[in-house]
Each structure stands twice: as structure tokens, then as C-alpha cells.
């Protein structure tokens, strides 16, 4: 099915944001980046776009090069075509989200003001002028994590390099089947927390006062996360999902979590669940038993508790910040015996905050 025909001011919209009409076929940007036209449509739907005509124009020149860009990738050993269309797929996911989220709100400061609504020509010339300022924006940050990143794995390295443990190669390389690092796997602590009572909660607010609740949660975890040492990897309307280095981190970041809903006005208790254990990362997500364990230890704690499993408590074994008390096993989704441990602070802050 090919896409409307848009009009003018439309046509105005797109050569700002694509930097250009759509003019090329499939078979145009296919022949134009050296692909199979096949592959353009796995690529395409991957980045999450409804499917179009085989002759219809709805490509650009950009498409193209964004194509050639992935096969240099490719050519360059740094990624093959499964992953690349993994990578598009990622990119799609966090990128639409991040676009509709400002679409929106250029749209909400285009209307703030009363009368009729701005038009096409009018959101095309605003796109224009603070276009350069999102992408300027956008490309720090992203440099920003990418530093980040960079320098945990050279430290990662260093310190298997100390302990006799250097990494292996990946498969394909001699054979020799890839380490858990080169997987993407890891040790490392996964943490939920989500508002109790949030569904009833909603029931009582209008759509003003339930943005301004999800504001604020947002807010509250993700400085908590980033104060602590953490990330967050997503959060999930009432919920956030989080992963630390060590479980002490993940511990305090829990807890912290715990005493800064309590003492914040009109927002609900919060319960946490931690677990430690072997983390598969990919693209931005995290998956496995770990992960696992951790959603279900939240679904079963009480309000303003935090719940590990037997290996988190392990790990903070002798810590005097901490206290643990292991509870009984109870049956949940996928596990017929989790055996709960409740942690609590050991001692309080200055300022009675639990540390």
C-alpha cells in the first residue's frame, strides 16, 4: 500500500526533517546502495514503517546512503546483516519514541497561545530553525554515553587483566567459542521498583494530575539510579527497571528509592526486588533468569520493601550497612520455591534517612 500523497506544505515538512522529497523507488535505493531489494524491506520494516509499493516514490536519497552506511558496516567486519537488521530494529524502537515525544511537544508550544491552530508552513519553519539544536543536543548526549561506556569496558578489561582472566576471542576466530562477555553476558544486579496501588491510583486523577505523578516518578528513579551509580535501562509507565556493577550499588539505590517516595508528597509507597546473577544486555535491554527473579520478587513485596533473592543476599554477605532476613518460600510465575530475603538498612543518616 503506498503512502498519501502529501500536499505542499507537507512536502515542505519532509525536505526539512529528510533532507529531501521522496523521489526513489525501492528498486532505486537498492540499485543506489548495492543491496537486494529484499533487503530493503527487511531493514524497513525492522525500523518499524508499514510496508509500500514496490513503485511507489516514498524513498529519498538519504535512505540510500543510510543503506550504504550499514553495508560499509558490514564490509568493515564490524557487524553482519542479521545484526544489522537487529541494530535498525533498536534504533527504531528508542528513536520513535524519542521523535513522537518531540513532535508533540513542538506541537503543544506551537498551540500554546489561544486561536487557531498553526499549520503546516508554520511547524516546517520552527522545524527548521531548531532542528541543528535537537541533533547538537542529541549527538552530545549520545557522545556523552558512548565516552561513558568506552571507559567501563577499558576498565572491565584491566581489572580480568589483573586477575589472570583476560578476555577471550569471539567465535569464528580460531574456533574458539565466544566468552560470556563477548556475548553480552554478565554478573550483574537488576532492580524493579514500581508504585503500589498505582492502577487505583489512576482511577482518581484527571490527565494533567497523572502527568505530573509519572513526571515526578520519573524523575525521583532515574536521579536515584544515576546519584547511586546505576542505569536505567527502561521505565514502564508505574515501573522501573534498573542494573548496577555490584549489588551493594543496586542495594542503596533500592533503599534510597524507598526513602525518597515515602517522604514525597503525593506520590505512592514504592516496592522493590533485586537479584544478582549472569545478565544477557542487548541493544539497550536486558534479559535472563536474573531479570526474571527480580520482576517477580516486586511482585510480591509489601509496600515500602525491598526484596532480594538468595544470590543478592549472598553477595552483600558481612556488609554492616545492611540487614537480612530470609523469608519463606513462596510460588510464583516460573518458579515454584523463590525463596525472598528482606533487606533493610542497618543504620540511619544524618537526618534520618536510611542508608
Not at 498551540?111 to 520552527?126: I, K
Not at 545478565?279 to 532480594?308: E, K, Q
Amino acid at each position: 500500500m503506498a503512502p498519501s500523497a502529501p500536499d505542499e506544505a507537507g512536502r515542505a515538512i519532509e525536505e526539512v526533517l529528510l533532507g529531501g522529497r521522496r523521489v526513489r523507488t525501492r528498486q532505486d535505493i537498492a540499485e543506489r546502495a548495492g543491496v537486494a531489494p529484499e533487503r530493503t524491506v527487511e531493514i524497513w520494516h525492522a525500523l518499524g514503517f508499514p510496508e509500500v509499493d514496490d513503485d511507489a516514490r516514498a524513498f529519498t536519497d538519504a535512505d540510500a546512503e543510510a543503506l550504504r552506511a550499514g553495508e560499509r558496516l558490514i564490509a568493515a567486519g564490524l557487524i553482519t546483516e542479521a545484526s544489522e537488521t537487529l541494530m535498525a530494529r533498536a534504533l527504531g524502537h528508542h528513536l520513535s519514541r524519542l521523535a513522537e515525544w518531540q513532535v508533540h511537544t513542538l506541537w503543544v508550544w506551537m498551540n500554546r497561545d489561544a486561536g487557531a491552530p498553526p499549520g503546516a508552513a508554520a511547524l516546517a519553519e520552527h522545524a527548521a530553525a531548531l532542528l541543528p539544536e535537537m541533533e547538537l543536543l542529541q549527538r552530545h548526549v549520545w557522545r556523552r554515553h558512548l565516552a561513558a561506556y568506552a571507559e567501563r569496558m577499558l576498565v572491565d578489561a584491566e581489572e580480568a587483566a589483573r586477575a589472570g582472566n583476560p578476555p577471550r576471542p569471539a567465535e569464528g576466530k580460531g574456533g574458539t567459542e565466544p566468552s560470556r562477555e563477548a556475548a553480552g553476558v554478565r554478573e550483574r544486579a537488576v532492580g524493579f521498583t514500581d508504585m503500589v496501588g498505582y492502577t487505583r491510583l489512576t482511577r482518581g486523577l484527571d490527565n494533567a494530575e497523572l502527568v505530573r505523578v509519572l513526571d515526578r516518578f520519573e524523575s525521583l528513579t532515574g536521579d536515584t539510579v544515576a546519584e547511586g551509580g546505576g542505569q536505567v535501562v527502561k521505565t514502564i509507565g508505574d515501573e522501573v527497571l534498573f542494573v548496577c556493577d555490584t549489588a551493594g550499588a543496586a542495594a542503596d539505590i533500592a533503599l534510597e528509592l524507598t526513602a525518597r517516595a515515602e517522604a514525597e508528597q503525593g506520590l505512592p509507597q514504592v516496592r522493590s526486588g533485586l537479584a544478582h546473577g549472569a545478565v544477557l544486555s542487548r541493544f539497550g535491554d536486558v534479559y535472563g533468569a536474573t531479570v526474571n527473579v527480580a520482576a517477580r520478587l516486586t511482585a510480591v513485596a509489601r509496600p515500602g520493601t525491598v526484596l532480594v533473592d538468595t544470590a543478592f543476599a549472598g553477595e552483600l554477605a558481612g556488609a554492616a550497612a545492611y540487614t537480612l532476613r530470609a523469608l519463606r518460600p513462596v510460588s510464583v510465575r516460573g518458579y515454584s520455591r523463590l525463596r525472598p530475603v528482606l533487606l533493610r538498612a542497618a543504620r540511619q543518616r544524618a537526618g534520618g534517612r536510611a542508608a
